[in-house]
């Protein structure tokens, strides 16, 4: 397991890994046990004071100078150990005399080797004593502390106190806060709370306190407070009560009250009276709910304001379905201009033609962040109004973060998010600085880079997959990265991260020697303290690669690259050989690259191709025994390497075709996603393997009609009852030609793990399988053809408790109409048969379904009269429908596509309508809307 940043004192991995080479064989050796005990012992000497100095927000040169000493040290020492466990090579006892002699060729054949490492062990000794008197030197024994200096002001105030004037974008939002704080009703007697949530510098204060300042003279009491990371509860209700009590004089000798008396008092001052309470920057929900209870709850219409970046304590504060959570939102692109040309050029806010090319990229790094806008623009107002001075702030934006005075407040606010993350999260935040900015980052390969790296430990019984998902979604939950199209699960496939976010993590990073990035707008590869340790290649020419080839590349432990590349002058992999991660997704002429060397990657465990159009890996990848993520997702890459079973550490085999299954894949026992296989071309060994995985999550499988069809048949149900024992989230199979599944009747029971189910082809029963039932509770997402729709089918899916996504594909269409019931929890649902439905929806009928995707049967309509029942969908948002109007007169068609227009149209929602289609029968007789047109205007569906 690698090292965790050190720049954030994470190096326990370090101090486990030499704690598990004791354990092991090789710490038996002689004199390597003692080695490796006086290493550990003196490396967890300073973790321990590592972890303390990280504490700090502003810690002195001395202890930056030290800690970055340390860092470098246990990336060497890490190093080292790697090396020597490679050449020790396997040494448990297997017994008899070639055993024997096959330990004493290898022991000889590496002794230059191993006699090397012993050097660099005693190197290491030798600076582990220098850093040891070095600390002593600079008294870092004592007390750690900031650098001294005057207070600094609170990098908020402006926000208190900013002039309405020139403020753009906040009108309408203040406006709509302020009508629901004042609204009377009976529900709204009692005090009602307004969260406001959103990334640090959208203008949550300023919004909050524009609010307070419209309807305060509706209040009796008023108070506007802050609370800060480390909150002082005592010192923020004696605030309260100074703000709430200023003309009774009641708190002249509150200087010795304690936290509850200070609780007690403010709640007497406010037991009868209409307050209205801003409590700014909330940072955790034990501090909320240490303050509210400082409230009472009367009924005299109070109201409560509190403004977070983070979701969850948003949440918190609004407990009640009477309070509300308002997210802020970036400024659109029009407001943005208006702020930005308003601080420069004043109220004509005409800005020169030779500047609005560059004024365009300024405010696209700002992203609709009003603090950044304030303060660049504020910055250039300063400076002559010319393209190159212009042209230099924008270049200079990052590193002015740290060095401007002016800028000192942004990146203040900025960092305040960063500081507070605890020292796990902070290691995994800086690793979004190896990606360019306005990068839609995968959060699959995203946790799948930290898993290599060592980031991410087992905890609490999850898996490392487990804990590092749940790292990236308490990232989003601090507003620290932004979600990008929210799936109908809640799960988030992607994000990004804004500009100026994006430009603290690269600052934060080269500081600690985190990432260095080549043509990301670096001038230099040699800004940095120590070794190259990340990689990122966003751009590179023949001159880059000229200065790359001249740096020491052989401690770079990850090399992602995320732009085209021209491969034929990028550095041999020879020079890589401490690499864990080697991420080449989508760099194209990568089959210019020689990859023959890729074996001498000993410590690789990660291993991307994927979209890079190679269509053949070497012979050697099967040597990366410690491989555990390989993805070959590129349409050119056909078939598995010969030899892929050699590959026993390998967790996920990623491929974009249905590949053929090797013989011995049971020997893959890592396995947790498998590649997508085809059984029809594979040995029915082989396939009966398959059920060997028992750690396997994820599985795809297709079969054709054909020769030896029913032999295949039989083989693949017996692997689905094997697997049924196994932990199977989801599973995938299909009929290439659509044809029968239904050996699949037989199939029983069901993983109780199971959370998606698809299988595209037809179940010979007319009815949903016997074996989906509402004790699947894991079932979310279930994709199923049928030979025909009964309503009883509709009932037994209705009862699945945890069905979030249903497509049903039908071969016939019923022939009467169907009512849907019961779906509690589903979100999607679509049902397409090739000669329509009718189907109506009840009330209480799924009450949380966003989209619907429906063939309508018109025929079969006009019997009952046209109506899907719309209107008893409450959360809908999109609807699409296709027409089957076969049988149908052109009048009927037309009137059955204006009744289900009207229906949308009237529901309250209004929801995003994509049209009604009309599908195989005299199409040119249907009105039909530009779905697919449409469907790509309205993005994530």
């Not at 996603?673 to 393997?689: G, H, M, N, Q, Y």
């Amino acid at each position: 397991m690698a090292v965790v940043s050190a720049a954030h004192g994470a190096f326990g991995p370090l101090v486990g890994k030499l704690t598990a080479l004791l354990a092991d064989e090789c710490g038996r050796l002689k004199g390597v046990r003692r080695e490796v005990q006086s290493l550990r012992s003196e490396l967890a000497s300073m973790h321990a004071a590592l972890k303390e100095y990280t504490k700090l927000e502003d810690p002195n040169e001395q202890v930056k100078f030290w800690i970055s000493l340390v860092r470098e040290l246990a990336y060497d020492t890490e190093d080292v150990f790697d090396k020597f466990i490679h050449h020790l090579g396997d040494t448990r006892d297997h017994g008899g005399f070639k055993d024997f002699f096959r330990k004493t060729a290898r022991r000889l054949k590496t002794l230059g080797a191993r006699r090397g490492i012993a050097g660099e062990i005693d190197d290491l000794k030798g600076r582990i004593k220098q850093v040891k008197e070095l600390k002593d030197c600079y008294k870092l024994n004592d007390a750690p502390a900031s650098s001294t200096g005057p207070a600094s002001l609170d990098p908020r105030l402006h926000a208190f106190f900013a002039d309405e004037a020139h403020l753009v974008g906040v009108d309408g939002p203040r406006d709509d806060l302020a009508n629901w704080m004042l609204e009377e009703n009976n529900s709204s007697k009692h005090c009602k709370v307004l969260s406001i949530v959103g990334f640090g510098g959208l203008g949550k204060t300023t919004l909050a306190n524009m609010v307070y300042r419209k309807i305060q003279g509706k209040f009796q009491s008023r108070a506007f407070v802050s609370v800060s990371q480390k909150p002082d509860i005592k010192k923020t209700i004696k605030d309260l009560i100074s703000q709430v009590s200023c003309e009774d004089g009641s708190t002249k000798d509150s200087s010795d009250w304690d936290e509850r008396k200070c609780i007690a008092k403010l709640r007497e001052l406010l037991q009868n009276k209409r307050y209205l309470i801003i409590i700014d920057d909330v940072w955790s929900i034990e501090a909320w709910n240490a303050i509210k209870c400082a409230f009472p709850e009367n009924i005299c219409s109070s109201r409560i304001i509190a403004t977070t970046r983070i979701v969850d304590v948003a949440k918190s504060c609004c407990p009640s379905v009477v309070d509300r959570v308002f997210e802020m939102k970036a400024l659109s692109d029009l407001h943005s201009r208006k702020l930005f040309l308003t601080r420069i050029f004043g109220s004509g806010n005409q800005c020169p033609d030779m500047l609005k090319e560059v004024s365009d990229a300024i405010l696209n790094k700002c992203g609709g962040l009003p603090l950044a806008i304030v303060t660049i623009s504020s910055l250039l107002a300063n400076r002559l109004a010319t393209k190159e001075e212009w042209e230099k702030v924008k270049r200079a934006i990052g590193s002015a973060l740290e060095r401007k005075q002016s800028l000192e407040g942004m990146s203040r606010i900025l960092s305040l998010s960063y500081n507070d993350l605890p020292l796990n999260l902070k290691t995994c935040l800086l690793y979004f600085s190896i990606f360019p900015e306005d990068y839609l980052i995968d959060r699959k390969r995203l946790v799948r880079h930290w898993i290599a790296e060592g980031f991410i430990s087992e905890e609490r019984g999850l898996s490392k997959q487990e804990v590092a998902e749940n790292y990236f979604y308490e990232l989003i939950n601090k507003s620290m990265v932004q979600p990008v199209d929210i799936e109908y699960d809640g799960k988030v496939p992607a994000c990004r991260v804004h500009d100026m976010m994006l430009e603290i993590i690269i600052s934060k990073s080269v500081e600690d020697n985190f990432v260095t990035v080549v043509g990301g707008g670096q001038k230099s590869l040699t800004n940095r303290q120590g070794f190259i340790r990340r990689l990122s290649v966003q751009h590179i020419d023949q001159e880059l690669a000229s200065a790359l080839e001249k740096e020491d590349l052989s401690h770079v432990r990850s090399l992602t690259v995320t732009s085209s590349v021209f491969m034929k002058h990028f550095p041999s992999l020879t020079k890589f050989e401490a690499l864990r991660v080697l991420d080449f997704e989508g760099c194209k002429g990568l089959e210019q690259y020689d990859m023959s060397n890729v074996d001498r990657l000993f410590q690789l465990k990660y291993l991307s191709l994927k979209d890079t159009g190679i269509s053949k890996l070497p012979s050697s990848i099967v040597m990366l025994h410690d491989l555990e993520i390989l993805d070959l997702r590129t349409p050119s890459m056909q078939e598995l390497p010969t030899g892929i079973i050699l590959l026993t550490k390998l967790q996920y085999l990623l491929t974009k075709a249905y590949c053929k299954v090797p013989n011995g894949i049971g020997n893959m026992r890592s396995l947790r996603e498998a590649p997508r296989f085809d059984i029809t071309k594979s040995s029915l060994d082989a396939v009966e393997e398959l059920g060997n995985l028992s750690r396997l999550n994820k599985l795809g499988l297709c079969l054709d009609d054909g020769d030896g069809y029913k032999r295949h048949e039989k083989v693949l149900l017996s692997l689905l009852c094997k697997l049924s024992s196994c932990k199977l989230q989801s599973l995938c199979i299909k009929n290439r030609s659509y044809g029968s599944l239904d050996f699949m009747d037989s199939w029983s029971p069901l993983p109780s793990s199971l959370q998606k189910l698809c299988i595209y082809g037809k179940m010979h029963s007319a009815t949903v399988p016997k074996w989906i039932s509402p004790g699947l509770t894991s079932l979310s997402h279930v994709t199923i053809g049928l030979d025909e729709l009964r309503e009883e089918d509709l009932h037994t899916l209705g009862e699945l408790p945890s069905l979030l996504d249903l497509h049903m594909y039908l071969a016939t269409g019923p022939k009467k109409k169907l009512t849907v019931t019961g779906f509690p929890c589903l979100r999607r649902f679509g049902l397409l048969s090739l000669d329509g439905a009718y189907i109506t929806f009840q009330k209480g009928t799924m009450p949380k379904l966003e989209k619907l995707e429906q063939s309508f049967d018109v025929s079969v309509a006009k019997a009952y009269g046209f109506y899907l029942g719309i209107e008893h969908l409450p959360c809908l948002k999109v609807i699409q429908v296709t027409l089957c109007n076969e049988g149908a007169t052109l009048s009927e068609s037309k009137a059955a596509a204006a009744w289900i227009r009207n229906e949308a149209g009237g529901h309250p929602n209004h929801p995003i309508f994509l049209g009604v289609q009309a599908f195989l029968h005299d199409e040119d007789n249907v009105e039909t809307g530009n779905v697919e047109e449409k469907s790509k205007e309205e993005g994530s569906y």
